[in-house]
């Protein structure tokens, strides 16, 4: 089933945007509200861009590598796009959508050398004249990203490059030792695993182009997607470097477009990548064993300040919670399920001031 | 198991009511109930939300809902996917496209047809709405009129609500629509499958609409009478 747009939306969507309006009430520059939902594993991530969800899942195994590149591990990415996010889509079927999907994220993190591939080998011997037997002995590890498209509201790509960059963040192999040719690989209680090595970390801003080219707007929602003449996307670092650009449809885009979006890009990525600092840096501290230490000493002292944004990080059962100040952890704490479900800003910080009076009262009874 | 129901109780699927209210043996119901077999005389709750009674025997949940189920006589607004000879397929946001034909227009005949186009959008009514036949949809009512029903203008904007808004909407003593009524004209279509039409003078003002239902949403009527109120 297609989805179709009447008439009157297409020419209202366009008429709108030539006043700079946007139906949604966005700015002609704004993202739509980022959020992150960390589970209970490692480089387990839900990004959500508005009503858009993508779902990332990282896992490791042990493989023998390829013969030409005998001392390099895997990154592997499988992407889907199944009926869930979109009646338009078909199950089993590869669609247009999905292949270029891939292709973005590969280009994006595969070709742009995100992740230290030799840094993943465990084994590498040497290489034996025997043809027979060429690297039966090498191990290197093999990471493994699916990535699912849950909800299609428009813009898939960018979010799934903020659910991929983030898992990739998230994710922790475990610890291996090597005694002579034994390989010990540790489970994750015995020994703190291990983050992967990445070199910068790319995210994709999207431009879309209406009309002519003469309009313009980041982050196209669905409507949008389906209206818009071409779209311009870039893959960019916050080091300012192009990891990867892809055009499509049929408007022509001059050398200053092209600049001029990557402006935007340079400056967008840095927004997101901050706010993805800040989601990581709030899941971190309630990792299980990693730094439990660290989020009671802060929750002792904690400071009355207006909270910035409330980061709801989702593991499962409940959810943490951490009150952000520019870029410091105010605080940190645990809410039961039925009270993370209020998603808006405020009512978490309600449910915050309940949480804190709670455990004050708790304490004086302690005392 | 509830036992008052005349408050706006919360129910959930699963639930039984019991003492039934009838009149001559009747009860009417309405939508997220069945009848329960054993024991008797009880009703067994299908979809959560708020039980609703209204003496002497009519009982209905009253619930939200993201996806459309056609129902018979149900006013809707639907845009035109294909025309197929005499016919047209629409979507209306059910999971089946529903059939219109060409000749369910006012004064359309075999020669004189209606000028619609793919895209276009359509308020008609649910002919026929069958769980395993394809909804069908007509423009004119059982005296060949239009009345309020046909295609819809190209200007304005359609947009998507959800069901629950739709049902107040459409109560004839909600205070939302004129409260916005009287800050500025508008036009609007209100389907009951959940897709809103609405022009207005200029797009600032279909903007506002657009907001204002936005917010209606997660806000009680209040809110939007309270903000035209301090708008005018």
Redesign the interface.
């Known amino acids: 089933?297609?989805n179709?747009?009447?008439?009157?939306?297409?020419?209202?969507i366009i008429?709108?945007l030539s006043?700079g309006?946007r139906?949604d009430?966005r700015e002609i520059y704004d993202h739509r509200k980022v959020n992150f939902f960390f589970g209970r594993e490692y480089g387990h991530v839900e990004a959500h861009l508005g009503d858009t969800k993508v779902l990332a899942q990282i896992s490791s195994e042990v493989v023998v590598p390829s013969s030409e590149r005998s001392t390099e591990g895997f990154l592997i990415f499988n992407i889907d796009i199944s009926p869930m996010a979109s009646p338009a889509y078909e199950t089993g079927r590869l669609t247009k959508e999905c292949i270029e999907l891939t292709r973005i994220v590969e280009r994006c993190f595969r070709e742009s050398r995100v992740v230290e591939t030799e840094g993943l080998c465990i084994v590498a011997g040497e290489k034996e004249n025997n043809l027979l037997n060429l690297c039966y002995n090498f191990k290197v590890w093999s990471i493994r990203v699916d990535v699912h498209v849950l909800d299609h509201c428009g813009n898939y790509i960018d979010c799934a490059c903020l659910a991929v960059s983030a898992a990739l963040r998230h994710f922790r192999r475990p610890d291996i030792a090597i005694s002579g040719d034994e390989v010990v690989i540790y489970d994750i209680l015995d020994r703190p695993p291990v983050p992967l090595s990445l070199h910068h970390l790319p995210l994709c801003i999207t431009c879309s182009f209406f009309d002519s080219g003469n309009l313009f707007a980041v982050d196209p929602s669905l409507e949008e997607e389906s209206v818009m003449r071409g779209r311009l996307v870039l893959g960019v670092n916050v080091l300012k470097e192009i990891c990867a650009i892809q055009h499509n449809g049929g408007v022509p885009l001059s050398k200053d477009q092209i600049n001029r979006c990557a402006e935007i890009a340079f400056v967008k990525v840095q927004e997101l990548t901050s706010l993805m600092d800040k989601g990581l840096a709030v899941i971190m501290l309630s990792v299980p064993n990693a730094a439990v230490k660290s989020t009671e000493a802060r929750s002792n002292s904690w400071v009355r300040l207006p909270p910035r944004r409330v980061f709801s990080v989702f593991d499962g059962r409940v959810f943490n919670l951490a009150l952000i100040n520019s870029s410091k952890v105010v605080e940190a704490c645990q809410v039961p399920c039925w009270l993370g479900t209020r998603t808006d800003d405020t009512s978490l910080g309600k449910a915050l001031e309940d949480i804190r009076a709670q455990s004050f009262t708790e304490k004086g009874k302690a005392s | 198991m509830v036992e008052d129901v005349n408050e706006n109780t919360t129910v959930f699927p699963g639930e039984v009511i019991k003492d039934v209210k009838a009149v001559k043996g009747v009860t009417i119901l309405g939508p997220g109930l069945k009848r329960n077999e054993d024991p008797p005389n009880t009703l067994r709750i299908t979809r959560a939300g708020k039980l609703q009674f209204k003496p002497p025997n009519i009982y209905w949940v009253s619930h939200n809902h993201k996806r459309y189920i056609p129902k018979r006589g149900d006013l809707v607004v639907g845009?035109i996917?294909k025309k197929a000879g005499d016919s047209l397929r629409i979507?209306i946001g059910s999971g089946e496209?529903a059939s219109l034909s060409m000749l369910a227009f006012e004064g359309a005949t075999k020669k004189q047809k209606p000028d619609v186009?793919?895209?276009?959008?359509i308020y008609g009514k649910l002919l026929n709405a069958h769980r395993e036949m394809e909804p069908e949809l007509v423009c004119v009512d059982s005296y060949f009129k239009a009345g309020k029903m046909g295609p819809?203008?190209?200007?304005?904007?359609?947009?998507t609500v959800s069901l629950g808004l739709v049902h107040r909407l459409l109560d004839p003593e909600n205070p939302i629509l004129t409260a916005l009524g009287k800050v500025f004209p508008y036009e609007i279509a209100v389907g009951m499958n959940g897709k809103v039409?609405v022009n207005g003078r200029n797009?600032?003002e279909?903007?506002t609409v657009?907001?204002c239902l936005?917010t209606a949403e997660l806000h009680d009527d209040k809110v939007i009478v309270e903000l035209c109120r301090q708008s005018k």
């Open positions: 089933m297609k179709i747009t009447s008439n009157c939306e297409r020419s209202f008429e709108a006043r309006k139906i009430g | 845009i996917v979507d496209y186009q793919v895209g276009d959008v819809l203008s190209n200007d304005g904007f359609v947009f039409w797009t600032k279909v903007l657009l907001r936005e």
